[in-house]
Antibody, heavy 112, light 112 residues
């Protein structure tokens, strides 16, 4: 059974950093395209970043240069390193496997 | 970026009646491989998104056959043949042809 479990969210001050994790089971992370999608409170969905099986990565302009997507094949885990956080990054962050499977999300709140 | 425009944004429905949501993209979603990467998602209150339809008209596993997708090029439609109580929530179209992948604003399906 495919499962995605996000962790690492929390409250952080503007300018701070967080690393989100997405532990996967039931499939191999490196063999699929994996994404981070976020949803600000009461708002719609925004694709943040994607990493394809071959290693190519893409970022939304709103996070380019501040966020880094990566994966640890030995742990079968996807990560999102978030630096220079801003208030507008406040959202629930979801991990997804090729848009067909989604985790439960982890809340990131950027506030002083 | 490709802009996805959904209508209506609010859809009051009577249980047992049909419902239809339109999604229009700012450019053709036909990819160079001939596929059209247009997906539909359902998000129930307090839950993660769930993909219902991929590549315009293909139902995901476990999705009731009362859901159907159609369309081509820039115009797409999600239809529910007979709305049930469990269908209430927000529906999003999403294009996966061009990066950044983009979602529509969402259509809230609610009881009339």
């Amino acid at each position: 059974e495919v499962q995605l479990v996000e962790s690492g969210g929390g409250l952080v001050q503007p300018g701070g950093s967080l690393r989100l994790s997405c532990a996967a089971s039931g499939f191999t992370v490196s063999s699929n395209y994996m994404s981070w999608v976020r949803q600000a409170p009461g708002k719609g969905l925004e694709w943040v970043s994607v990493v394809y099986s071959g290693g190519t990565t893409y970022y939304a302009d709103s996070v380019k240069g501040r966020f880094t997507i990566s994966r640890d094949n030995s742990k079968n885990t996807l990560y999102l390193q978030m630096d220079s956080l801003r208030a507008e990054d406040t959202a629930v962050y979801y991990c997804s496997r090729d848009s067909s499977y989604w985790g439960q999300g982890t809340l990131v709140t950027v506030s002083s | 970026d490709v802009v996805m425009t959904q209508s209506p944004l609010s859809l009051p429905v009577t249980l047992g009646q049909p419902a239809s949501i339109s999604c229009r993209s700012s450019q053709s979603l036909v990819y160079s491989d001939g596929n059209t990467y247009l997906n539909w998602f359902q998000q129930r209150p307090g839950q993660s998104p769930r993909r219902l339809i991929y590549k315009v008209s293909n139902r995901d596993s476990g999705v009731p056959d009362r859901f159907s997708g159609s369309g081509s090029g820039t115009d797409f439609t999600l239809k529910i043949s007979r709305v049930e109580a469990e269908d209430l929530g927000v529906y999003y179209c999403m294009q996966g042809t061009y990066w950044p992948y983009t979602f529509g604003q969402g259509t809230k399906l609610e009881i009339k």
